[in-house]
């Protein structure tokens, strides 16, 4: 079967196609989206439960895998695609209503962005992840753009700059990493990068570090995206949020268990570096009065999170650390979702601006109130297993400094985000009026902020989905061998 | 072949200094260009062997005992292209810029905004 490819040639088919179908009818270009959205959460659903019996390997246009290029579907791809589909999918109902600027526009480069992210997950070749990795940040641009307003020209200036900047590293590592090994698929590069020598081997991961570390936030090089969220609008930073950064950190993370392995030196780099980012970020994200700037700082925190857990380096490190790349997608985007509402109805994007909002909007402001309860770490929530996760094997493997911050970053995210709910359950000074809100607005939010409910009740569900990813992790040549069909 | 190189680094550097010290978004958008160029001439002196030809392969294709590497000047096409359409949406953005503030320095961006 074809379904594989089909994951990311139907994005980039319907992404083309809706300037097509718009001269013959603009009122099919909607249906189109829901369409194509819908067909491609059903094959994205079909090929992971597939990919959960046993790993796919797919060979495009049936090249020898030496040769051509390969889609691998491991467990790790497999998560990250489901998460893909799940938030693609709640944000395209959700910007049917929500988006009224350049409407053709914003859903083509939408369907590239999905076609891009979902690329990046699923590829098994060096380059084929740089082309995407490209087709992600240049949509990303555009979309941060789309809005036309002052602060969204700005963001989508900076974000461009660092976007270069980030794509110039990424390709010096790649090509680096050609030089040394002669393949730039995945399975020969890990075979024959252990030859190069030490000194290159550390220039390739400090590009690499520098390359990905940009876009997924590694304080210090995040401070374009405070900037970049404030104008782009709320779809895209749920988007953004949820997918995009992750999938650079999807990138990262693959490359350096394929590349390196988790040596204990690198280990300690990305534990005590994705310390210091929660820190530094959770304490940005207390002094900020825009919404949309501190659900920002508090991306960049989660990602330090991640990079704590996965520089553990051991199998139960490495399920935390993945958990919390799917937790932090379902809670960021119901978040941000929920900003985008207020923002549509009474036109909020400070803190001061959503008071009283939890009578007037009961319900999508108790949505809210889950996301918020998850994302500090209060159980039944989804953040409270993945956090608690994350502690429990930063306490296994004895990094006691390490384990003792997890509970700190907590108090401090507790601390600007009761800022948050207190000002939502405050009584306002007038009367609000509220717009109605369309059910495609609600729906999305309900659904997500619900699986956030559910996947800390039942954390099983997950769990089964990512309990292999530490095979193909940590033991490499268990990921080589899948991908040369040995 | 070490001039080569060092012309390389020196084109990086250049750009990299151009983007961190210049206030106009032109030249930012120029600096970018020259980093970018600098990594395609990377991408080719890596592939490039002493009197070797192309890799085309023909009847006698066994004449050819050297060779470039033909992969990364396949690359550094898709790299090229890459960056045009990069470059062209970054000047599609200083224009949009331009047509708001009136300028193309940053400083004065900022001063606008107040």
Known sequence: MDTPVLLVVLPLLTAFSLGIIKTFSKKLVKAVTVISATVHLALIISVVREAMQSPIVYHLGDWDNLLGISLVIDSFSAMMALLVGVLSYGVIIYSLVYVDFHELKYYVLSFLLIAGVMGMSLTGDLFNLYVFFEIVSITSYALVAIKEEEASFEGAFKYLVMGMLSGTFVLLAIILTYQVTGALNFAQVAANFGDAPMLVRQTIFVFFLIGFGTKFCLVPLHAWLPDVYCGAPASFNALSSGIVIKASLYAFIRIVFLLFGMTAGIGQILIYWGVITFLVAHTLAYQQESLKRLLGYSSIAQIGYILLAIGLGTESGIIAGSYHIFNDGLMKATLFLGVGIFSYAVGASKIDDLRGLGFSMPKISFAFVIATLAIIGLPPFNGFISKWLILQAAWETEYIVAAFFIPVGSLLSLAYYLKVIKALYSRPEREIEVKPIDWKLRVPTYVLSAACLVMGIIPGLSLALIENIPKFLLDSSNYINLLLGR | ?114
């Open chain 2, 1 to 114: 072949m070490e001039q080569t190189f060092l012309a390389i680094a020196v084109l990086f550097g250049l750009g990299l200094y151009i983007i961190l010290t210049h206030q106009n978004l032109i030249k930012i958008a120029m600096g970018i260009g020259v980093m970018e160029s600098a990594i395609i001439l990377l991408f080719i002196i890596l592939s490039y062997r002493p009197g070797g030809t192309a890799p085309i392969l023909d009847a006698d294709a066994q004449a050819y005992d050297l060779i470039v590497d033909p992969i990364p000047q396949a690359l550094s096409l898709t790299a090229i292209v890459i960056g045009a359409g990069t470059t062209a949406l970054m000047l599609a953005l200083i224009i949009k810029i331009y047509n708001r503030y009136n300028t193309l320095y940053i400083d004065e961006i900022k001063k606008l905004k107040g």
